[in-house]
C-alpha cells in the first residue's frame, strides 16, 4: 500500500507532467517549422503518456487523480513566450530537463519503464533547441552543430596557456619571495626548483584524476545506452529520430535514418553515444597519461623562467633577469591568449605582464619583511 508520502510524491509527478505536456504545446502552436511542430508535439505526448502512469498509481493507491490543469508558473512561462518568443519557453524547459533528468532513477515505479530514458533524452534534446535558441531548424543549424567539435584545438590551447601561465605566475612569486628574504642564491635556486616540481606534479596528478574519472563518467553512460537499446530499442530509435529533427533532418528521413541505424547494435550504440551523449567511444576523453605528462611539461616550461637567471648569477642582477624574463614569458602568454579572445595584443599581453609582475613585487615585499623580522 503506497504511503502518504508515496501519494504526494505521485501528484508531484503527475503535476510536473502536465506542465511539461502543455508548455511541449504551447511551442507547438507557436512555431512556424513544421520538424519542430512535430518534435515539440510527440515531446507532449510522451509527457501525457508518463502523466498517464502517475494517475494510474494514484488510483491504485485509492487516490482520486481529479482534473489536474495547469500551473500558474507554466501559464505564465507560456504567456511570456507567446510575448517574447519560444527562445524564452525554450530554454526555460531546458533547464528544468536538465536538473530533472535524473528525478526518475531511484523512483521504483520507473522500473522497467521508459521514464527514465526518456527524462534524459529530452534533456539532451531541449539542450541541442536551447544552445541555437532556434526559430526555424534547417540543414545551416546542423552544420553549427558538427562545427562545434571544430573548437577542440581552441581548447587544446586555451590549456596549454594557462597551464603555462600558472607555472609562470607561482612560481615568479615564489622566486621573488625567497629573494626578497634571503640574499642566498642557493636557497632561491632550491626554492625555485622545489616549487617547479611541486606544482608540476600537483598539474600531472590532477589532470591525470579528471581525465580518468571522465573516462570512467564516459564508460559508465555507454553501458547505461547499450541496456537501454537492448531493453527499448523502439524508444532508442523513437529518440534518435527526435535527435535529427532537433539538427534540422525532415521528420520521414529522421525517422527513417535512425530505424537504419538501429539494425545493428553495435553501430547504433557508436551513433547514439555520439548523437546523444556527445561521447566519442573510440577515445573517451582522451589519455590520462598523455594529459598528466603535457600538464606537467607546460607547467614546469612556464616555472623555468624566473629560475633560469639564478643558474648564472646572483643578487639584484639575477633578480632584475628574473623579471625581464618573467615579463616577455607573461606578455607573450597574453598574445597567446588574444588568440582565444579576440582582444588587442599588446592590451592582452600587458595586461598578463602587469598582474604577474605585481603580484612578483607583493611576495618580493611580503619576503622582504619576513627576512628583516627573521633575521
Same mark, same amino acid.
Given at each position: 500500500m503506497a504511503s502518504q508520502a508515496d501519494v504526494a510524491r505521485y501528484r508531484e509527478n503527475l503535476q510536473d507532467e502536465i506542465d511539461g505536456a502543455a508548455m511541449y504545446r504551447a511551442l507547438a502552436g507557436m512555431e512556424e517549422e513544421p520538424a519542430l511542430v512535430e518534435l515539440y508535439e510527440r515531446l507532449a505526448a510522451t509527457e501525457e503518456r508518463h502523466a498517464g502512469l502517475w494517475r494510474e498509481k494514484l488510483a491504485e493507491a485509492g487516490e482520486e487523480p481529479g482534473d489536474r490543469g495547469v500551473s500558474r508558473r507554466a501559464r505564465v512561462l507560456i504567456w511570456l513566450a507567446s510575448k517574447m518568443g519560444t527562445g524564452v519557453l525554450v530554454s526555460t524547459i531546458a533547464q528544468q530537463e536538465r536538473a530533472g533528468q535524473f528525478m526518475y532513477d531511484d523512483q521504483p515505479e520507473t522500473e522497467g519503464t521508459t521514464l527514465r530514458a526518456d527524462e534524459r533524452s529530452h534533456a539532451r534534446i531541449l539542450s541541442?533547441?536551447? $544552445?541555437?535558441?532556434?526559430?526555424?531548424?534547417? &540543414?545551416?543549424? %546542423?552544420?553549427?552543430? $558538427?562545427?562545434?567539435?571544430?573548437?577542440?584545438? &581552441?581548447?587544446? %590551447?586555451?590549456?596549454a596557456v594557462l597551464g603555462a601561465n600558472d607555472g609562470l605566475v607561482s612560481n615568479l612569486a615564489l622566486v621573488m619571495a625567497i629573494a626578497g628574504a634571503s640574499s642566498s642564491r642557493t636557497a632561491v635556486l632550491i626554492a625555485g626548483l622545489a616549487g617547479l616540481l611541486a606544482g608540476a606534479i600537483s598539474m600531472a596528478l590532477g589532470e591525470w584524476i579528471s581525465v580518468q574519472s571522465s573516462r570512467e563518467l564516459n564508460q559508465r553512460q555507454l553501458e547505461t545506452e547499450r541496456s537501454e537499446i537492448e531493453e527499448f530499442p523502439e524508444e532508442e530509435a523513437e529518440e534518435l529520430a527526435l535527435i535529427y529533427q532537433a539538427k534540422g533532418i525532415p521528420p520521414d528521413q529522421a525517422a527513417e535514418l535512425a530505424a537504419s541505424v538501429m539494425q545493428d547494435a553495435e553501430r547504433a550504440l557508436d551513433t547514439m553515444a555520439r548523437e546523444e551523449l556527445g561521447i566519442d567511444p573510440d577515445d573517451l576523453g582522451g589519455s590520462p597519461w598523455e594529459a598528466a605528462i603535457t600538464s606537467f611539461f607546460l607547467f614546469a616550461i612556464g616555472a623555468i623562467l624566473p629560475v633560469l637567471p639564478f643558474f648564472f648569477t646572483s643578487g639584484l642582477p639575477a633578480i632584475s633577469m628574473s623579471l625581464l624574463f618573467s615579463g616577455l614569458g607573461l606578455f607573450g602568454l597574453g598574445a597567446a591568449?588574444?588568440?582565444?579572445?579576440?582582444?588587442?595584443?599588446?592590451?592582452s599581453g600587458s595586461r598578463q605582464t602587469i598582474f604577474g609582475l605585481v603580484a612578483a613585487a607583493i611576495t618580493f615585499g611580503i619576503g622582504s619583511l619576513l627576512g628583516v623580522a627573521v633575521g
Open positions: 541541442t533547441l536551447a $544552445e541555437d535558441n532556434p526559430t526555424t531548424m534547417t &540543414g545551416p543549424v %546542423l552544420a553549427r552543430l $558538427e562545427g562545434r567539435h571544430s573548437a577542440v584545438g &581552441g581548447n587544446a %590551447l586555451r590549456a591568449i588574444s588568440l582565444m579572445t579576440g582582444r588587442n595584443v599588446w592590451w
